[in-house]
Nanobody, 123 residues
Framework: LPVESGGGLVQAGGSLRLSCKLP????????MSWYRQAPENQRELVAT???????AYADSVKGRFTIFRNTANYTYYLQMDSLKPEDTAVYYC?????????WGQGTQVTVGWGQGTQVTVGS
C-alpha cells in the first residue's frame, strides 16, 4: 500500500508538500495520481503523473498544485501552493486508474481562513 504523509493545518494562502512512498513495482509500472475526499463528498481526482512524465490537473487546482516524483526513492509528491479552504480533504495516492485495494490511510489537509484584514470606512 502507498504511505502518504505531509498533511497538516495551514492558513489560506499557505503551502504544503505531500509525499507518497510506494513499493518499487507499483512505482515503476503505473501512472500515479493524487486524489482527495472532503467530508460528505465523493473522492475526486486531483493530479496525475504518467510513467512517461506527462502531468494533468483538475481545473480547481491547476496553476497551484504540482505533481512530481523521485525515482531514487520511489516517491511521488504533491506540492500545494496558494491553498484555499476548499482544498480541505483527506489526500490519497493511488494508481490511475485506481486499484481497489490500493488505497492507503491518506493524509489530512486542513486549510483555515486567514487572519483577515480590518477595513474601516470613515464618514
Amino acid at each position: 500500500l502507498p504511505v502518504e504523509s505531509g498533511g497538516g493545518l495551514v492558513q489560506a494562502g499557505g503551502s504544503l508538500r505531500l509525499s507518497c512512498k510506494l513499493p518499487r513495482i507499483i512505482f515503476m509500472h503505473n501512472d500515479m495520481s493524487w486524489y482527495r475526499q472532503a467530508p460528505e463528498n465523493q473522492r475526486e481526482l486531483v493530479a496525475t503523473h504518467t510513467r512517461g512524465g506527462r502531468t494533468a490537473y483538475a481545473d480547481s487546482v491547476k496553476g497551484r498544485f504540482t505533481i512530481f516524483r523521485n525515482t531514487a526513492n520511489y516517491t511521488y509528491y504533491l506540492q500545494m501552493d496558494s491553498l484555499k479552504p476548499e482544498d480541505t480533504a483527506v489526500y490519497y495516492c493511488n494508481t490511475n486508474p485506481p486499484r481497489r485495494n490500493g488505497w492507503g490511510q491518506g493524509t489530512q489537509v486542513t486549510v483555515g481562513w486567514g487572519q483577515g484584514t480590518q477595513v474601516t470606512v470613515g464618514s
